[in-house]
């Protein structure tokens, strides 16, 4: 540890002899929906209590808390979020720290919880993701939802998070041909994902057509094309590989954890149809790994908008740069296809509590790898990948696990 | 957003004379001002620079559903308008619907009403754009 700083390549050195790894040894998530009757502490308690009991954990064995929220203070006036998880969950006086980076607020919690485990810090973590969004109006939402973006320069302007979105799906469509019905096509395989997902917001399938004839919330995007306003909360339990066989008969190792930044607006983009971002933190994720993305089974990415599932799988790698919307229509992301795409229903039919999606998305993979998803299993999935954006790709986080 | 008056009044040359910056170092520019050059870093040299205002639609939508304070225009259209001089910026087109609008349209900025805190609060003005004749 003494030389840390003194080459380079030492530096890589060490950093792979002092990284620990890191594996997920227990989670839950509350149902995701409009929950009228439940509040934004309900509903982390409920997820953190399902995880407790997942990982057969007593809470006295963890060492640390990090939460995601994008906009408490904005939905429910509630700022400090973290220390008001700790005091309900009975976890006080442990540290808990909030993470924010607007809808990739759940999977940057995540990584900061990876990080604190793998360099040594802490042995057990607990990482809660969670938004209650249907407590104001859904203009009020709309604005807050907003402050992910460019506040001065894109809102200010009368931008809204579908507009900015429906720019990059116009300039996808002219210049690689994608279609609205190729959009359309995300949604239907999207909702039928959710409707064998007892978690789900949406609990029945859509057709091409419903999706081709609902309503315009900004050209070309209509309803059925955005992910919906949705109350919900995730949570997982990181442990240290050693102390994860003693909790959990299957734990699931994180194997990768990268993040990338770009431009706060969408117009400061040299191109509006890739997100560099989700390239970058995919590149180094796969890196990391040993992996490419040919290996991966199950992945759950960031649908907040139908292009945006387009784009995910094109810079993830799944497919070429502009065979995106092509490869949906021809069921290459379907259930048990080539790989399997949002098997949750992904932000688009399970919903999008903007904090905790993140986090969900590592439930969802640790369900599918441990094998326990139900009628929406992957056969012999082994290598699954989390997909998390932040407003229009100003940051995305990626991350890979695998079953120990 | 409901905005304090300091926070209009430091926008006005940004928002109202489309003011920017240019990197000596690099010669490139920028909208709005920006204090450090994002590729030059300590090595840029940032000046002041006025825009303008013309440029070409680079992608384009019609909101539908609004945010607060814009309740009462939409719907409207929105694009990326990429000005002449390189930056590309967020503004709404007016006086025409998206089917007069294509890839490459020429357009011209106006100074317009942005938004309106109700009825007692500030009044935002600011640029928009139009097609150019």
New interface residues.
Partial sequence: MQNFKTSKLETVYCVVVFMRRVAIVGVGMSKFGEHWEKGFRDLIIEAGVQALQDGNLKGEEIDALYGGTMAAGRLIGQEHITALIADYMGLNPIPATRVEAACASGGLALRQGFMAVASGLHDVVVVGGVEKMTDVS???V??AL?GAG???????????F??IY???A??HM?EYGTSVEQMAAVSVKNHLNAAKNKFAQFQKPVTLEEVLES???????KVLDCSPITDGAAVVILASLEKAKKYSDCPIEIIASAQASDTI????RKS?TELKATQIAARKAFQQAGVSAKDVDVAEVHDCFTIAEIMAIEDLGFVEKGKGGKATEDGFTALNSDVSVNTSGGLKGCGHPVGATGVKQAVEITWQLRGKAGERQVKNAELGLTHNVGGSGATAVVHLFKKC | MKSGSALTWRLIPNRYRLIGSHCETCKENFFPTRPVCPSCRRKGKMVEKKFKGEGKIYSFTTVQVPPEGFELEAPYVLAIVELSEGPRVTAQVVDCSENDLGFGTPVEMVFRKIQEEGKEGLIHYGFKFKIKK
């Fill in positions: 859904t203009a009020e709309t604005t907003g460019d506040q001065e320069w894109e809102l200010f302007m009368g931008a809204t579908p507009s429906a720019l990059m116009r300039r002219k309503k315009e919330v900004s050209s070309p995007l607006a969408l117009h400061d509006l």
